[in-house]
């Protein structure tokens, strides 16, 4: 493979450049950068045959080898990275995002009214994280599943009470 006219040369060129346009196609290139990286590969094997600097067995793998390399590399360079600092105003923090919403009865008033004896189980196994078993005989309850059954209960009448209130917020 030496210039011109050439039909090693020629040979290469018609067999090579298909199969490096699509290695580049497949790794997101378009043809004219194909074009400019088989172009850079020949010439680099050229100068390799010509300094003796390597035993080339095969033409063309040689050249899919270095069009391989310098499509990575192109494409590595040609990437754009963007900092998230470049777009910190597109991504802003709306302004109401740490308020919390507006609570127009605060969940201490549902607890007080779904009654004395919901907020003291509540309490026990939420707050003081007693086992349901402590919780029915101090609570005097006949079971411990008594005691759970109520534990459901007491939390339904809090959840109809939020539901409730919500329905009243929405109507207004």
Do not use: W
């Amino acid at each position: 493979m030496t210039m011109h006219n050439d039909p090693i040369f020629e040979s290469v060129y018609r067999d090579t450049l298909p199969k490096v346009a699509r290695m580049v196609h497949r790794m997101g290139g378009d043809l004219d950068t194909a074009k400019d990286i088989f172009h850079d590969a020949v010439i680099i094997c050229l100068e390799k045959k010509q300094q003796n600097a390597v035993n080339i067995g095969s033409d063309q793998a040689y050249i899919l080898g270095i069009a391989r390399i310098l499509c990575l590399r192109r494409l590595k360079d040609d990437r754009q990275y963007v900092t998230i600092h470049a777009h910190e105003d597109d991504y802003g923090i709306p302004s109401d995002f740490y308020d919390p919403p507006p609570v127009s009865q605060p969940v201490i008033s549902f607890l007080k009214n779904a009654g004395k004896r919901c907020l003291q189980l509540l309490q026990a196994f939420y707050y003081d994280k007693l086992p349901m078993a402590e919780i029915a005989r101090h609570l005097q309850y006949k079971t411990q599943h008594v005691a759970t059954v109520q534990k459901y209960k007491c939390l339904e009448k809090i959840r109809e009470q939020v539901k409730q209130t919500q329905h009243e917020e929405a109507a207004l």
